[in-house]
């Protein structure tokens, strides 16, 4: 059974900075993509960055520039850098796989972004 664990959420004022990680259990995620998602409060989730296997990186167009996508494979973990944040950028966060295919999705971490 995979488990997820995020963490590294919080309060914070816009322009500001955080750092998400990921842990993945139960598994070696080296050979899969795996992607940050989020989801605010009445929208449904989106996925906002994804690392290939290859550590080639894609971004929805609302974070291009300001998040970076990282993976550490010897770690099993996933990062979000996330810079010069936006109050639109409120939700809660979740990493899975892309496409996903584990369906056992961790609780996540919420990210407030204050104006």
């Known amino acids: 059974q995979v488990q997820l664990v995020e963490s590294g959420g919080g309060l914070v004022q816009a322009g500001g900075s955080l750092r998400l990680s990921c842990a993945a259990s139960?598994?070696?995620?080296?050979?899969?993509?795996m992607g940050w998602y989020r989801q605010a409060p009445g929208k449904e989730r989106e996925l906002v960055a994804r690392?290939?296997?290859?550590?080639?990186?894609s971004y929805v167009d609302s974070v291009k520039g300001r998040f970076t996508i990282s993976r550490d494979n010897a770690r099993n973990t996933v990062y979000l850098q996330m810079n010069s944040l936006k109050p639109e950028d409120t939700a809660v966060y979740y990493c899975?796989?892309?496409?996903?295919?584990?369906?056992?999705w961790g609780q996540g971490t919420q990210v407030t972004v204050s104006s």
């Open positions: 139960g598994t070696s995620f080296r050979t899969y993509n």
């Open positions: 899975n796989t892309v496409p996903v295919v584990w369906s056992s």
């Open positions: 690392i290939r296997s290859d550590r080639g990186t």
